[in-house]
Nanobody, 126 residues
Framework: QVQPVEAGGGLVQAGGSLRLSCAFS????????MGWFRQAPGNEYEFVAG????????EYGDSVEGRFVISRDNDENTVFLQMDSLQPEDTAVYYC???????????????????WGRGTQVTVSS
């Protein structure tokens, strides 16, 4: 079964940076649309960032705009999330999601994605 695999989470002090990666492979994945979501304890899933299959378009959640950058390397079947100026409120489990979609829109809702990773914990200390 196709499943994205996240890596790169950890503990960082406020103001620091982390870079998450998500490897996707298997089946007829090809070059899917990708997204990052996060979930803090007791909260709903929150859209963090999304990128089209070709990397042309990106979108960000309001709370991370200007601090996070999503990118992809289709030769390596990997998507990245560079997170700078991290704050304690960024603490959450971060999930990578994929969908075999080659349209021009960035997918920003949880239900738009078919495949999900198991998540990686990001903890930001104050």
């Amino acid at each position: 079964q196709v499943q994205p695999v996240e890596a790169g989470g950890g503990l960082v002090q406020a103001g620091g940076s982390l870079r998450l990666s998500c490897a996707f492979s298997g089946g007829t994945f090809g070059t899917p649309a990708m997204g990052w979501f996060r979930q803090a304890p007791g909260n709903e899933y929150e859209f963090v960032a999304g990128i089209t299959w070709n990397g042309v378009r990106t979108e960000y959640g309001d709370s991370v705009e200007g601090r996070f950058v999503i990118s992809r390397d289709n030769d390596e079947n990997t998507v990245f999330l560079q997170m700078d100026s991290l704050q304690p409120e960024d603490t959450a489990v971060y999930y990578c999601a994929a969908r075999n979609y080659r349209g021009g829109r960035v997918l920003t809702v949880q239900t738009a994605y078919d495949y999900w990773g198991r998540g990686t914990q990001v903890t930001v200390s104050s």
